[in-house]
């Protein structure tokens, strides 16, 4: 026999309305987030690309590094752990990786 809490006892409708908000704009902030993060990768990905030959390549590595362990991390937040289909997708270089402690 299945025993259920008098409704009484359980949230009011207001409450889990304000709660069911409150995730909602929590999940959006999240997105944002990770499309910063994303946008961050993009560029730091294209600067490294486009200067390979120039004397800051050590310093566009660790930009480039940064921006994708950040995006990682969102990702993680977000609930996304595999990240392998996003080193693909954004073509994401072995030197990056290797800054990361990662492998490709």
């Known amino acids: 026999m299945a025993v259920r809490m008098p409704s009484n006892f359980g949230r009011s409708g ?5 709660l069911d908000l409150l995730g909602h704009e929590i999940l959006g902030e ?3 987030a990770l499309g910063r993060a994303g946008r961050r990768v993009d560029e730091t990905l294209t600067r490294l690309r486009e200067n390979c030959d120039s ?7 660790r930009d480039a590094a ?3 362990h950040g ?3 969102q990702r ?3 609930g996304l752990r595999k990240h392998d289909a996003v080193i693909r997708e954004y073509s994401i270089p072995k ?3 290797a800054r990361l402690g990662a492998s490709a």
């Open 14 to 18: 207001a409450q889990e309305s304000a």
């Open 95 to 97: 030197a990056v990786l």
């Open 71 to 73: 995006y990682f991390i």
């Open 66 to 68: 940064e921006a994708v």
């Open 30 to 32: 999240k997105a944002a």
């Open 76 to 78: 993680e937040l977000c």
């Open 55 to 61: 004397v800051d390549r050590a310093r566009l590595l």
